[in-house]
């Protein structure tokens, strides 16, 4: 049995992973850490509010669900106390991550920071990329829920940066008058991302591909929450022999 611990067990996503990893039959939920929702409970395990209580418990691995503040010290708490961290929260920069690369070099357990656990949003980004070198356009559009803080999504960060690196002969965006600031939107490495926030979304994502004549158009949606836990029991059920820091799912998929 896998012992796990979750950061965040009060949130949605959090006591979403809290309920899979439950009902897991090789796996055993042994500490559920929330500051915020400290002293209730997730199903038989008690909400506390110390990263220590995963330590106390004998967690093999942490799941961490939170804000960008808290999931900076909870991974590197976990580095430090040899638990393996598994990391859906995103927004981290490049000197950051190359911090948690460092720490878990030195450090008995290892790392995955994945921007999105739905494997088929995994798959879109794979086909996005292998798709690039054959078109000479590409834009991103990613709608979330109305309570997502950062923009762009992680996810559509990604994409844009693996899109680019597939390929460097994209044309020129023609626009030569902005009506409206940020019509075009925001440029990662070249890629027009657009960001939308709806009431009524959860997560969702379409990469546009165009050349002479044709388009090409790659969605991924995720109407529920339960559409993450595959990929967040894939990658507590890999972590342990994955090692350092690993970025996104692609790696523990096999792709």
């Not at 911090?99 to 494997?119: G, K, M, Q, T, Y």
């Not at 965006?173 to 075009?184: C, H, K, L, Q, S």
């Not at 990929?231 to 096999?254: Q, Y």
Request: with cysteine; aromatic share 6%.
């Amino acid at each position: 049995m896998i012992r796990v611990g979750v950061f965040g067990a009060g949130g949605r996503m959090g006591s979403t992973v809290c309920r899979a990893v439950g009902e897991a039959p090789d796996m055993e939920l042994v500490a559920a850490v929330d500051p915020v929702h400290a002293g209730g409970a997730s199903g038989a395990v008690r909400l506390e509010a110390e990263a220590q209580q995963l330590a106390v418990a004998g967690a093999e691995v942490a799941v961490d669900f939170t804000v960008l503040g808290a999931a900076r010290e909870n991974i590197r708490w976990c580095a430090a106390h040899n638990v393996h961290a598994v990391v859906g929260t995103t927004g981290f920069t490049e000197s950051e991550l190359a911090e948690f690369a460092d720490l878990f070099d030195r450090s008995e357990a290892n790392a995955a920071i994945v921007p999105n656990f739905a494997i088929g949003a995994v798959l879109m980004m794979r086909f996005a990329e292998i798709a690039a070198p054959f078109f000479e356009t590409a834009e991103i559009i990613e709608l979330h829920h109305d309570q997502k803080a950062d923009a762009p999504s992680g996810t559509a960060a990604l994409t844009a940066r693996r899109l680019a690196a597939a390929s460097k002969d994209w044309a020129a965006d023609p626009t030569t008058m902005v009506v409206a600031e940020g019509a075009r939107g925001g440029l990662i490495d070249g890629i027009p991302v657009h960001s939308i926030r709806m009431r009524g979304m959860v997560a969702h994502q379409e990469v546009l591909l165009g050349t002479t004549g044709q388009t090409l158009s790659i969605r991924h949606d995720s109407y529920d929450r339960a559409s993450f836990m595959p990929g967040v029991l894939l990658a507590v059920r890999k972590i342990a022999e994955t090692p350092g820091l690993t970025i996104g799912l692609d790696a523990l998929l096999g792709l």
